[in-house]
């Protein structure tokens, strides 16, 4: 096409026939015709003509690719005319959306003074107070309402009505309030039927007359005049008796102030009866409704619960020997570094608050003598403290025979039970750790006196303690913990001069009460460490050490009864106490290949005979522990000697049997225990020891480790690979179907979420314009209105002064 | 003629205020007074204490004086009758000098009389060095003076001042001197030991208790702020110092003298020979001209056979191989047979293991000696506690990982039982299982011959069960693959039972402690056996 772009559009115009001559004569009139009967081609003919000449509006994606598929046709857009119809479409939702504004959802608040600005706060609440008061006032029969009947006030106005399901239970007053007629108008009106019943009466007494219309009118309007004047006199004397009674309001209030009580006593005589009624009523309503009991379970029912129930625990108890901690897996050696010993406080996140119903439930103390204190006492212990401190319950306990200390300390325990009050759970919990330190400093401070009788509370205190764990672990786990540093500090500053039965006592009640089998535990292991530390580093150079070591051994043992775990130190002190007491001569023990063991004493030699009771019967004696200055005798030896020789059994057929080091372990000990043999020719002890040692050897597998069998691990390859066959318009070779249609369906998404979040663009756009827009044409109309009012006053003003002008003129002209 | 301390106070203001030659004499009366006091006994001693103190400061004050009016130095007489009267004035200053050490020396007990003598002593070293020099403003320093100070502390003999962990010397005179002048000042360095070891020739060292010697030497030598450390941050106490003090040979040869002399002395308590091997490697070994001297006090100490002693000689020992090439015969022997059962219990563990971590670090050993060394630890962790445990393990990993022929130790393939095998080869293992038994010899002295390497690990599988999670957990490691290129060492060697419980106690009750749920009957007789009540 040559030429401007005007000339172009000429050109087009007139080649369709718009333009240049069109009143050519003679056709005129037909060519006319036709043009009219084609409007619609003619609209479409100036689009394209229009189209052809802004090549703008059309929008043509021109594909590279296919250049040889050009005659399939090619999508063309028209983004001009597309924006029009979304600015269209959004001009309708918006006009939509202003016509239905302010009249379509929305919450009204009607809340008083809540958009009211002048009001403060408190001025609000007050006001809102008195409107509710007033409601509340106006929906409620009032108190002094004079109208209210004197037989409806013998119940008192005082007083609470009592009802049932929101009806009043005084029964005498069961008629309608309506009934008299209290209010105002309704009182006329039944004054008014009580009138029409009299005359309607006296016409009864007549014979029937038919009255003529006129008389009937009359009669009308002679009873609407007599009601008239009923009325008013009523009205009067209401309003005067108001009048009164406001006036005198004041002396009334005064004299009813001073009066209820004496009508209440009043009330009181003649309601005794009703007032039994309603107690038992109340009562009624207070009883619980009855439910079915719960079916008796048979003997075998309650052992099999009691069944489940155990091997749940078990099999808690299990994971925790095995180190699971609920979901979280056990701590890799990966994690192992610097970090790994510091105090890592995040695993085992159980909650630690569990706080339900049972909370509340009382401690399960154990029976046992579960008799009450003889009745003079437990009168004179019915004021019980609950003991914060363990001072306080010595003070508390001191005046009591030992043999009542664990009653009294059971009637602690129930006159504090949570449920009783509030805070007792706290105070509860703080006595569970008095008791221990209690239980602790009772077992240091016993004499030699009436060991059954002292032994029998001890225990019974324990139980006690045991059964307060349940529901007080926590502060009790505390008290623990807080004992272990004190221990700890004791042995660091005093070696073994700071340690004292109480420990022993401690260690054990941890083991009794704790479990200790579990992988790692807040109580136990710290316990554990500590034993460790004593048994290592206690030096055996007494024969109390001796025996305060072989003690712990022996509460070692039992917190591994169920964990079998190898403690080193039992291993140290078995070899270090057993080398200690062989009597034999520093020069006689290295001959027979002990002199790598060193002692910490040469004179701690058991007896050259051991002792034969002791032989039988070696239970150690927690008294013995007790002095400082305590010189064993020959038994008291030959028993400690006995009972660690017994440790050291239990302990190869519990722990060391199952361990692949079992031959490393015993090597010492069958030469300890040879010589021990060799000694004591007629002791069968560590014979017997030798055998058994013998026997798990036989069966004992010992052969070389083979740990780092694991799976071959595959080396990754870094050979590029190459895709066969590929494809450009693939988009994906994924062979996995499943991730391939989740990537698809993400890149859906993705596409999707882009063409909202330009949609909302648009909008919020287009809003803003629109908003402009309104307001701009609000302002026109303002100042357009405002002009007109201009205009039209000073065109009034121009009238009326050419008005005056003219007057003016005219008066002057008269003149 | 005891005085008052009013009239020592009022004679000595008359001293000080006025030239006047007449009151000279009361010099001699006021110096005279410390013959009066009685240095034996504590309790009387204490009533003299104040007088004694006010009589030794105002005597300084007085020669202070006489320092300053140039009366003390006899070469610069100009007339006969001045120089007599000058060298009248220095022989009372030289009895004022014997008293202050005389009370040093012999005074048998702690007192801050001791303290304010060597105060006033060496203040006036100060002075002598200003005043007694050849011409005004010429280096001096005045060496006797201080010889007689040294000999007088090395005299004093306060019973029970030695510490009985260290061996070290309590003394507070001793203290003093090192902390406030030895450790301070470089001149006073220089010429203490120059001094010292003129000392030492004259023999005076036969008269007094060597370990009370020994103890003093210690405290003076066991600090860092030496002559020849270029960190040490020294002054110069006297204005003008000799220019004799800058011979750094000398100084260290006068050093590496003393240090001998010392270490010759017969009788030594192990403390004292403890804290000596202790300081050696870093506070005595780099001052030394030829530190190739010690060496025979170091293989003697190796040697000896305390497990301790060895253990500490062994730093040294390094030190020396390091970096003079000492050559030990059968060294590797030796610290082989330093790995004893009481290792695991004793403090110096953590030192032991680094240094053998090193020692064994070298591709040159052979695998039966690096299996030995394994085998050895691992049989000592089946009694020791945890902290050693913890430091042997990242030890062994170390060690297997550099020396990787030892994985046998961990994993023999001969023993995999295969899950695909016939009956043929699973016979075969088994009777390789039935046959095997264990070659390791834990008495052989030659980590050579030991036949470790044909052993296995079966101390440390066992330590999977420790009671101590942490432990257990660590034990692990050598059932997991060998990913790891090696841990650092210095995370585990410190452990101790208290740093383990501190690690305990710091962690916060987040969940309630499990408790047992079965009944075990009374605590004690049922649920610990054998003990009762």
Redesign the interface.
């Known amino acids: 096409m040559a030429g401007s772009q005007l000339k172009n559009l000429k050109n087009a115009l007139k080649e369709q026939g718009f333009t240049g001559q069109t009143n050519v004569k003679g056709s005129k009139k037909v060519k006319r015709k036709a043009k009219e009967y084609d409007r619609d081609e003619r609209t479409k003919a100036i689009a394209r003509i229009r189209e052809q000449f802004n090549p703008f509006d059309v929008k043509m994606n021109r594909d590279k690719r296919n250049a040889e598929a050009k005659k399939a046709v090619q999508p063309v857009g028209k983004p001009g005319i597309s924006k029009q119809i979304g600015e269209e479409q959004r001009k309708q939702v918006y006009e939509a959306k202003r016509k239905s504004k302010n009249r379509l959802g929305g919450l009204l608040d009607r809340r008083f003074g809540e958009n009211f600005k002048g009001l403060t706060e408190e001025e609000k609440m007050l006001e809102r107070f008195t409107r509710e008061k007033q409601s509340q006032a106006s929906s409620r029969r009032s108190l002094f309402n004079l109208d209210d009947d004197e037989d409806a006030g013998d119940d008192d106005v005082y007083g609470e009505k009592l009802t049932h399901y929101g009806k009043s239970l005084s029964f005498q007053d069961d008629f309608q309030e309506d009934d008299l007629g209290l209010d105002e108008e309704t009182g006329n009106k039944g004054s008014s039927k009580r009138i029409e019943r009299q005359l309607d009466g006296e016409d009864d007494e007549l014979p029937a007359r038919k009255k003529t219309k006129a008389e009937v009118m009359k009669e009308v309007i002679a009873k609407s005049k007599f009601y008239k004047q009923e009325r008013q006199k009523a009205q009067e004397k209401l309003e005067d008796e108001i009048q009164d009674v406001d006036d005198e309001f004041e002396d009334i209030m005064a004299e009813l102030n001073q009066l209820p009580k004496t009508k209440k006593n009043d009330l009181d005589k003649s309601k005794e009866l009703d007032k039994e009624y309603d107690t038992k009523v109340r009562e009624l309503g207070l009883d619980r409704r009855a439910a079915p009991a719960e079916r008796t379970k048979t003997e075998e029912e309650i052992e099999k619960e009691n069944e489940e129930k155990r091997q749940k625990l078990e099999q808690a108890r299990l994971d925790r020997m095995r180190g699971m901690f609920g979901e979280e897996e056990d701590q890799g050696v990966e994690d192992l570094g610097e970090d790994f010993w510091a105090g890592d406080d995040s695993e085992n996140e159980e909650d630690l608050n569990d706080t339900d119903g049972s909370e509340l439930e009382d401690v399960v103390l154990p029976d046992g003598d579960d008799d009450k204190p003889n009745g003079g006492k437990s009168k004179a212990v019915s004021v019980i403290p609950c003991p914060q401190t363990e001072d306080e319950l010595k003070e508390f306990l001191q005046s009591y025979e030992l043999k009542e200390h664990p009653n009294l300390v059971k009637e602690i325990i129930r006159t504090f039970q949570p449920r009783l009050a509030m805070g007792n759970k706290e105070k509860l919990g703080v006595f569970t750790g008095v008791l221990l330190r209690h239980i602790l400093a009772l077992s240091v401070s016993y004499g030699h006196s009436d060991l059954d009788l002292f032994s029998s509370v001890q225990n019974s205190l324990i139980a006690i303690l045991r059964s307060m764990a349940q529901k007080y672990n926590e502060p009790l786990s505390e008290a623990c913990r807080e004992i272990i540093s004190e221990i700890q500090e004791r042995f660091k500053s005093e070696r073994s001069h700071g340690l004292s039965v109480a420990d022993l006592v401690f260690f054990t009640l941890v083991g009794y009460i704790f479990s200790t089998s579990d992988h790692y535990h807040l109580v136990v292991t710290p316990c554990n460490v500590l034993i460790g530390e004593l048994l290592e580093q206690t030096k055996l150079n007494s024969f109390q050490n001796i025996f305060f070591c072989a003690v712990l051994a022996r509460i070692s043992l039992s917190y591994q009864q169920m964990g079998k775990r190898l403690v080193p130190e039992l291993v140290y002190f078995f070899e270090k106490s057993l080398v200690t007491l062989l009597p034999l001569t520093s020069n006689e023990k290295s001959s027979s290949g002990l002199a790598y063991i060193i002692e910490d004493s040469e004179d701690l030699n058991a007896p050259q005979k051991l002792d034969h009771t002791a032989i039988t019967s070696h239970n150690l004696n927690l008294r013995q522990a007790m002095s400082q200055d305590y010189v064993p005798n020959d038994q008291e030896k030959s028993a400690l000697l006995c009972n660690i020789l017994d440790s050291l059994e239990e302990t190869i057929s519990l722990v060391w049997k199952e361990l692949s080091s079992f031959q490393e372990l015993t090597l010492s000990f069958k030469r300890i225990l040879a010589a021990f043999s060799q000694v004591y020719q007629d002791f069968e002890k560590p014979k017997m020891i030798l055998e058994k040692i013998q026997k798990f050897e036989r069966f004992h597998e010992h052969f070389p480790l083979s740990l780092q069998n694991h799976r071959p691990m595959s080396i990754p390859s870094h050979v590029p690979k190459y895709e066969e066959n590929f494809n450009p318009d693939k988009k994906s070779y994924d062979p996995d179907r499943t991730r391939n249609e989740v990537n698809k369906m993400k890149a859906q998404l993705k596409k999707e979420r882009k063409f909202t979040m330009k949609e909302i663009r648009k909008d919020t756009r287009f809003e803003a314009r629109q908003q402009i827009e309104t307001k701009k044409k609000d302002y026109a109309d303002y100042h357009s209105k405002m002009a007109r009012i201009f205009n039209q006053i000073s065109t009034e003003e121009g009238m009326e002064k050419g008005k005056y002008e003219r007057e003016k003129k005219l008066r002057n002209s008269k003149k | 003629m005891k005085t008052s301390v009013d009239d020592i106070k009022a004679t000595a203001k008359l001293l000080i205020s006025s030239n006047d030659r007449k009151n000279y004499n009361s010099i001699v009366k006021l110096v005279g007074q410390y013959s009066h006091l009685q240095l034996a006994e504590e309790e009387q001693f204490a009533e003299q204490e104040p007088t004694a103190r006010c009589l030794t400061v105002s005597l300084y004050q007085v020669f202070r004086k006489l320092f300053f009016r140039g009366q003390l130095n006899p070469s610069k007489a100009t007339t006969d009758k001045e120089r007599l009267f000058f060298q009248w004035c220095r022989k009372a200053y030289g009895s004022f000098k014997s008293k202050l050490l005389h009370c040093i020396s012999s005074l048998p007990f702690e007192s801050s009389l001791a303290l304010d003598c060597l105060d006033v002593y060496m203040k006036l070293i100060e002075q002598e060095a200003i005043f007694f020099a050849s011409q005004d403003g010429a280096p001096f320093f005045p060496n006797k003076t201080l010889k007689a100070l040294i000999r007088a502390l090395l005299e004093s003999n306060i019973p029970s001042s030695i510490d009985a962990t260290d061996g070290q010397s309590k003394s507070s005179v001793v203290q003093d001197f090192s902390e406030r002048y030895y450790q301070k000042f470089v001149d006073i360095q220089y010429y203490f030991q120059a001094e010292l070891v003129q000392l030492a020739a004259d023999g005076d060292f036969d008269h007094w208790d060597n370990t009370q010697l020994m103890a003093k030497w210690l405290c003076i030598m066991n600090h860092d702020e030496h002559y020849c450390n270029e960190n040490a941050d020294l002054e110069v106490y006297v204005s003008q110092p000799p220019q004799a003090i800058e011979n750094e040979g000398q100084y260290k040869s006068n050093l590496e003298k003393n240090w001998l002399q010392f270490l010759n002395l017969r009788g030594l308590p192990g403390t004292q020979y403890k804290t000596t091997l202790l300081i050696l490697h870093k506070r005595v070994i780099p001052y030394f001209q030829t530190p190739t001297k010690l060496m025979d006090f170091l293989t003697d100490s190796y040697d000896l056979g305390d497990d301790v002693l060895s253990l500490l000689a062994l730093n040294g020992l390094f030190e020396l191989m390091r970096k003079f090439n000492l050559e030990y015969p059968n060294f590797y022997e030796k610290l082989y047979q330093l790995i004893?059962?009481?290792l695991m219990?004793v403090r110096h563990r953590s030192r032991f293991l680094r240094l053998t971590d090193l020692f064994l670090s070298s591709t040159h050993i052979s695998v039966n000696l690096v299996a030995s060394f394994i085998k050895r630890l691992a049989?000592l962790?089946?009694?020791?506690?945890?902290a050693a445990?913890v430091s042997v393990i990242p030890f062994v990993y170390n060690l297997i990982k550099k020396h990787p022929t030892c994985?046998?130790?961990?994993?023999?393939?001969?023993?995999?039982a295969n899950p695909f095998a016939d009956a043929n080869e699973l016979a075969q293992l088994k009777s390789?299982?039935a046959q095997?038994?264990?070659p390791f010899d834990?008495s052989e002295s030659n980590p050579e011959n030991t036949h470790a390497i044909d052993?296995?690990?079966?101390?440390l599988?066992?330590?999977t069960?420790?009671?101590?999670?942490?432990v257990?957990?660590?034990a692990?490691?050598?059932?997991?693959?060998?990913?790891?290129h090696s841990?650092?060492m210095e995370?585990f060697l410190d452990?101790s039972?208290?740093s383990?419980?501190q690690?305990?106690?710091?962690?916060?009750?987040?969940?309630?402690?499990?408790?047992?749920?079965e009944e075990?009957g009374?605590?004690?007789?049922d649920?610990?056996?054998?003990?009762?009540?």
């Open positions: 004893t059962p009481s219990h049989r962790t089946l009694d020791s506690p945890p445990i994985m046998i130790m961990l994993h023999d393939p001969d023993f995999v390789r299982k095997y038994a264990d834990m052993s296995s690990l079966w101390e599988e066992s330590l069960s420790h009671y101590h999670p942490n257990a957990t660590l692990k490691i050598f059932s997991q693959p060998f990913n790891k841990y650092n995370d452990w039972y208290d383990l419980l690690a305990e106690m710091s962690r916060k009750l987040k969940v309630l402690p499990a408790l047992e749920f075990r009374a605590p004690f007789g649920y610990v056996k054998l003990v009762e009540w």
